[in-house]
């Protein structure tokens, strides 16, 4: 299986204005957000790269592309109908092949020498399956993530069998359903946001949405996308992949995602690829500088 594919997700009413935001990268060097996730699915090895946003943005993000903006192609999600909806509009670009598909309010930081994606595409290639990025994560965090239910392959320290995935699900629900065994207590697999998914998603996609009102009734309590609209989970549709056809999870341990959308996204991620990057001491001395005078203005 070779992926040459990425779908980069961009058209949420609360993630749209989040990859025009403008950070400093780890080589120093002044980028926007969407540039960032682009450098990743290009170190990834992808040489087709497709953004789903809302009408009327294309100019916006062509214009933060920069010099990537010669890689991009765009699909349009002309009605916020979730995140599998964002997904299935791609499909098109798609056509039958796997491919990448990343969120486009999630910055990465990896430890080791391979990037996020570029590991991820790698492992899927080898197992010629759909494989999702996973992280253990706090239970507090849970309704900010889908969630998987696993077992470990043996002989394997980071690859699971996934057997079922639940979007944002209660700590009740977690403890009930999606417990993997190995995991620190009160942790769970969350999704890391990033995927390589198989065409099948798309087969699966279909029906869901052209049945949109009977699927929004019986569907997960997220099945609505904030607007009383019901919306098409992409947790839903993989749930159902994982009982399709092959379909693993791959934790990662050691690298770091950064939910731009959250209080302080930005900041925490702004601080997360300067302290990995190039200008870490500088930071880290300004940083040191700020708490120490912070210290002596309490104390005055």
Known sequence: MKITKAVITAAGANQRTLPLQTLIDRDGQEKSVLSIIIEETLHAGMDNICVVIQPGDEDAYRRVAG?????????????????????????DFVGDEPFLHLVGDHLYVNRGDKRCAQYLVEVAEAESCAVSAVQATRENLLPYYGTVSARRITGQSDLYQIESVVEKPTPTQAEQRLFVPGLRAGYYLCFFGMHVLTPTVFSILEPLISHLPHFADHSTQNGTNGTNRPSVTLSDALNELAHREQYLALEQQHDTRYDVGVKYGLLTAQV???????????????????????????EA
């Open 272 to 298: 997360a690829l300067a302290m990995s990057g190039q200008d870490r001491d500088e930071v880290l001395t300004t940083l040191l500088t700020l708490l120490a005078q912070r210290e002596l203005s309490s």
């Open 67 to 91: 010099d990537h903006a010669g890689w991009l192609q765009f699909a349009t999600q002309e009605e916020p109908l979730g995140h599998g909806h964002a997904v299935y509009c791609a499909r």
